[in-house]
Every structure is written in structure tokens, then in C-alpha cells.
């Protein structure tokens, strides 16, 4: 399947580029715990991979080693040819992330939030690209809107738009559908297709298996920092998820 690199919804602009992410033997250790052990998997361009796993299977551990924001014990994370060990800052520039802390100021309008951060990325002409970023989540009408009056959804939809400003190659969601109602719930489903039709690599860490299911192209199973299986297009997400979780 090809996949088009830059369609007029949604365009990448990341300085540093690549077209896949190798996580190769990577482990972390915090003292004498070990929150991630041995984990490898590979992403391509043009996909969405899912981390499914239980609390503390290690899902937002290896999330912050894929943004950079934490160093692997052991192993190498590849961007393309570029290694996060020696080219972390450069990196950050083509990497997304969406977390629990949603970054978002609630005494600033949804307009004036997006404008910040694309002027903090260096976006041209930000006031432009926070209007088409509204006009992506659906909010243009809310633009002058504070954050704060904002229901979650919207205040998701909003911070998705905050991590994609920039036009990253890597977008990183940590439980992006938490307290999503079905409507934003289907934004956000419509947006990652967007991105995967523009060319982005896409990694969700949910338990949400339910609206997860059809979305990914590869799902990464974990479990107490270990990594149970890989599986290629996984179809009866819930129940996929129940036969590796039971293997011994």
C-alpha cells in the first residue's frame, strides 16, 4: 500500500525526517526496579501502532524513551539513521506527544493556545496555523472561546491539535481516548486516519480495547515491562488481547 505524503488536510514539515522507528533490545531501569525489559518493534511511515498492556505494563515508560524525555538502560531507539542518544533536540522537533497533561492555558482562547505553540515551534505564520488546526478538530466556530469552558473532549481535541502543530513525523498518545464521549471519540479516530494517510507514524498506548479495535496496524502486547507477542493487524482487539495476556 503507498501512502501520500502530504495531502492538503494535513502536511508534515518535521526538519529532521524519517520513515520508520526501530526500538531494538530496549530496557530501563529505575534503581534496582525494571520498568521496561528487552522490548523490540519496528514502525513505518503511513502506520498506527498500538502499546496495549495493563497499568504497569511499562507503556508510558517506553512512551517517554520514544520522545526522548528518557534515556533506555540498555538498547538503541533508531529514528531512521538518527540515534536519540546524539541527536535528541534535533528530534524533539519531529516528535508529537500527547499525555495525561494535556499543555493546554485555560485563561487563553483555543486560538491564542495553538497560535502559542506554533510561534514556540517556530511554525510560519502561526496565527494561520492555529486557524486550520480548529478547522481540523472542528472547532473553528469555538475559537475565540477560553479553554476553560472547554468539556474534556473538546480540551482533547484542542491539545491533539497543540502535538501536531508542528507537523511531526512521530506522534506519541498516551490513553488518548480517556473521558472521550463518542463524538469526539470519532474525531479523534478520523484525525489518526488522516495522519496515516499523510504519512506519520502513529504509536496510541491505550486500554481502551474497545475503541481501539480496527485501528491499528501492528499492536504491541506488554505486561510488568515485558513484551508478550507483536501482532500484525490485529482483528477481535479484546479478544487478541485476552489470548496473549493469558500465555504463561
Known sequence: MTHS?????????ASVDFSDLTVDDVSRHFGRRRAVSRISFQASRGSVLGLLGPNGAGKSTLLAMLATLLRPSTGRIRY????????AAALRAAIGVLGHDLFLYPELTAQENLEFFAALYGVEKPRDAASRALQQAGLADRAG???????????QRVALERALIHGPRLLLLDEPFTGLDDASTGVLAAR??????AGAIVIVATHDLDLADGMFDRAVFLREGRMLDVVDRPGALRSTYRDVMSRA
Open 192 to 197: 489518526l486516519g488522516s495522519l496515516r494517510q
Open 80 to 87: 531512521g539513521t538518527y540515534d536519540a542518544t546524539e541527536q
Open 5 to 13: 505524503t502530504s495531502p492538503p488536510s494535513t502536511t508534515l514539515r
Open 145 to 155: 472561546d477560553l479553554v476553560s469552558s472547554f468539556s474534556r473532549g473538546m480540551r
